[in-house]
């Protein structure tokens, strides 16, 4: 007869063995519909170009913000992919000083906009100390915009005066409706600005700190939009209640990275709807990046 303790260690046996394949089947479910989603994804492993894309897969360099004569490829010197030093292991881009030109991929394709009920995601992983990395200056790890930072644009930066830093979720749509007189920003009241603003944020170097932004009811025509700040599966704070109406011309619109980014940027993704709470915490979780749709 079998003494309890040998049961035991053959339930155990059993149990060890059954589960890895049942948790595995549970991951590919819950990521499966956000796979389906997805639009593009930049890993940095195979380089700086796009993995998977529904557009351009290029990446592009500008020598300004209005991205005039944009050749492809990283500008030599200031930003390379950094073997090794992703955060699982493979390739990162590396943004090794502050430089005034502006690394892109076009939005055609690759962000799903919609003139009518538009909504998606953007998620990326920062590695960098904002403190000691980043001088007096904004930094904008993501700007998605055909116009200007302040037109029709979705961003997140670093702020420029404050010690510490703070982050910010900017969502700024056409200027003529959420600042029809052209005020000066910096002079609005913090409430009268469509911008969150995280004042402790978890940034550190040595340590990824994913960054996800949902947005959801943009083009609608009405005062619903809603945007929404992660970091590393948490929610931050919202941008709600204002007529966020983007009105781009998709073939001009750009995602630019790392604008006076100095750090490491990795597992760039995007996708065609605003992802929910148990998504995010999924994509925060998961090791490695996420993988292209079948």
Known sequence: MKSKKSCLVVMALVVGLAFPRLGAAQESGSLAATRQALTFSASFDRGAN????????????????????????LPGGEIEVAQGQGRHGGAALRFIKKSDKVVFYKAAGNVAYRQQDWS????FWLNLDPQTDLGDWYCDPIQIT???????????DFSKDEKPKHFRLGVLADLKVWNPTNRDFEKMAAAERPVYVVTQP????GTWTNVVITFEKF???????LAKLYLNGKLQGIVAGRNQIYSWDREKAAIQIGMGYVGLYDDLALFDRALN???IQALYNLQGPLAAPK
Not at 50 to 73: C, H, M, V, W
Not at 120 to 123: E, I, L, M, N, R
């Open 146 to 156: 055909e116009k200007a930072w302040n037109n029709a644009a979705l961003w997140v």
């Open 120 to 123: 998606g995601t953007a998620s």
């Open 202 to 205: 978890p940034f550190e170097r």
């Open 277 to 279: 709470e148990t998504e």
């Open 50 to 73: 796009a993995d998977f894309a529904k557009g351009d897969k290029r990446i592009y360099t500008a020598l300004s913000a209005e991205r005039k004569d944009p050749q492809p490829g």
């Open 219 to 225: 083009n609608t025509g009405k005062p619903d939009g």
